[in-house]
């Protein structure tokens, strides 16, 4: 235990110097302690493409992780449909040369939502290791030449859309959010033996998973879960502070001074909400045979839409319905007024909690110091660069705010339009936005309003977030991997 408390305090002190990385690395999910920045010295391309700034383009099966980069190999996880082989690749950085490739011995493989895949999780890598996680198999070491350090398979959690976190690095520790709907924990294993160091159960009720990257604040790691957002002691797992609030739990914290959370709730905001009638009006529409209530058959068959997700309409499982079962709450076959106006009230109710968060630890919860509640994204996480906040939403809607004050410098269409599930990176000074339809456009952050640099289209869906090395970006379509960058 000794060591641990070294540790902790070593810990304590790099947290606070936020993990500045060095040329070349890109050690996990969001680069550098997961905050989206990267090195200071990182010089990508402004204006790239196919044929323009092209390094390299490799081939691969899909997967929606990012690229880990370390030195000179780009490190991602992979999943061959055809082959139901879950697999490591590891790339040459400068040829996209695969050098290896290791395959996770998946007994079985994890459902998951059709806008997502069994290889969401992005590698981390440090000088001497990769780690790769999968939700189907577990955790596994590798060191740069492929062979394999350690093994931790892990059962694979039930999960209503599969798994979404990628494993992070703090101190000695690697750390999954292994959650589940039921059964979920917070795992810290050795990264050197694989042991695992301690293992945290997420507290009940479950019912949903999270689907959030862990993130190293001081000595606690933040955790952005169904329904709470919360602190786990990085050196032993207990549970330091939680904050409830309605929330899917699927982006990524950041944090400066205080610890910025997208809560998200599906119900959130104006333009996610159906207009529901009130009882007069519903039965206008629908009570048929006007006995003063609606039946079942009465009910629109395809269930009443009650939240959207504006210009998602095409991804399928998108848009919400309720059921009639779900408005018939005494199983009579029939919706009152009572039963239409608690639904009513139930929808508001769940709408209450959403947006950008601003918080600070206060005892065992924590203070919400401000709060923006529109244009909040559902999956790509905030980024926090020079004490201003960027959010990107579907749509292409991008939110810069003050992050002490929560004040909205702008917000503004960057000209992109379509789902963003691709989280904002920064590097020398300029944002980078990755749309599901391939455009990534580059922002620069010295102004007051919105300036677009360059919206460079690749003609390929992107759902994963791009990683920034060196003078290289490297974005990963659902097909390639594309490096761009000056030779
Ligand atoms: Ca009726
Ligand atoms: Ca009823």
């Known amino acids: 235990m000794r060591s641990v408390s070294i540790f902790v305090v070593t810990m304590g002190g790099l947290a606070a110097t936020f993990f500045p990385a060095r040329a070349g690395e890109w050690p996990q999910f969001r680069g550098p302690n997961s ?32 690229p880990a980069v370390w ?30 490739r290791r395959a996770a011995a998946a007994p079985q493989i ?21 780690y790769a996680y999968f939700s189907s198999y577990g955790l596994m070491a590798f060191n740069h030449a492929g062979e394999m350090q350690w093994d931790l398979p892990l059962a694979m959690p039930k999960t209503h859309h599969g798994s979404g976190a990628s494993p992070v690095l703090a101190g000695d520790l690697v750390i999954v959010n292994h959650d589940a709907m039921q059964g979920g924990y ?51 797992g207990k549970r330091q502070w939680s904050l409830a609030t309605g929330t899917s739990g699927a982006s990524t914290p950041v944090a400066g001074e205080a610890i910025f959370v997208s809560t998200w709730n599906n119900l959130g905001e104006d333009d996610q909400r159906a207009p529901l009638p009130d009882f007069a ?3 206008k529409k629908y009570d048929k045979n006007g006995d003063g209530k609606i039946s079942e058959s009465e009910f629109p068959q395809e269930g009443m839409l009650f939240t959207a997700r504006p210009e998602l309409e095409s991804v399928p499982n998108s848009q919400n319905y309720a059921a009639f079962r779900t408005v018939d709450r005494n199983r009579d076959g029939f919706v009152d007024q009572t039963e239409w106006e608690a639904f009513r009230t139930r929808v508001g109710e769940m709408a209450k909690d959403h947006g950008l968060l601003a918080i600070r630890p206060d005892g065992e919860k924590a203070t919400v110091i401000w709060r923006e509640n529109t244009s909040i994204p559902e999956v790509p996480s905030p980024l926090l660069y020079k004490s201003r906040l960027y959010l990107i939403r579907n749509g292409g809607v991008a939110t810069c705010l003050d992050a002490s004050s929560g004040k909205v410098i702008y917000r503004a269409r960057v000209g992109a339009p379509g789902a963003y599930f691709a989280s904002p990176v920064e590097a020398a000074g300029r944002v980078y936005l990755a749309s599901s339809e391939g455009v990534v456009t580059v922002l620069g952050t010295a102004k007051d309003q919105l300036e677009v640099l360059a919206r460079n289209a690749l003609g390929e869906d992107i759902v994963a977030t791009p990683a920034i090395a060196g003078n290289a970006i490297y974005v990963r379509t659902t097909r390639n991997l594309y490096a761009f960058g000056d030779r």
């Open 35 to 66: 905050s989206g920045i990267a090195a200071a010295d990182a010089a990508p391309p402004v204006e790239f493409g196919p044929s323009k700034r092209l390094l390299w383009k490799r081939p691969l099966p899909v997967g929606h992780s990012s």
């Open 71 to 100: 030195g000179d190999r780009v490190f991602v996880t992979t999943f061959d449909t055809a082959a139901t082989k879950l697999e490591l690749i590891c790339l040459a950085a400068d040829t996209g040369a695969i050098l290896w």
């Open 110 to 130: 994890e459902e998951t939502h059709v806008v997502s895949n069994p290889a969401t999780a992005s590698p981390a890598a440090d000088a001497e290791r990769v």
């Open 186 to 236: 917070l795992l810290a294993v050795n990264r050197k033996t694989g042991k695992e160091a301690w293992r945290q159960a997420y507290p009940p009720p479950g019912r949903v998973e999270s689907y959030s990257t862990p993130f190293l604040w001081r000595d606690q790691l933040i955790l952005h879960r169904a329904g709470v957002v919360e602190a786990y002691q990085v050196s032993d």
């Open 281 to 283: 009006g519903l039965l």
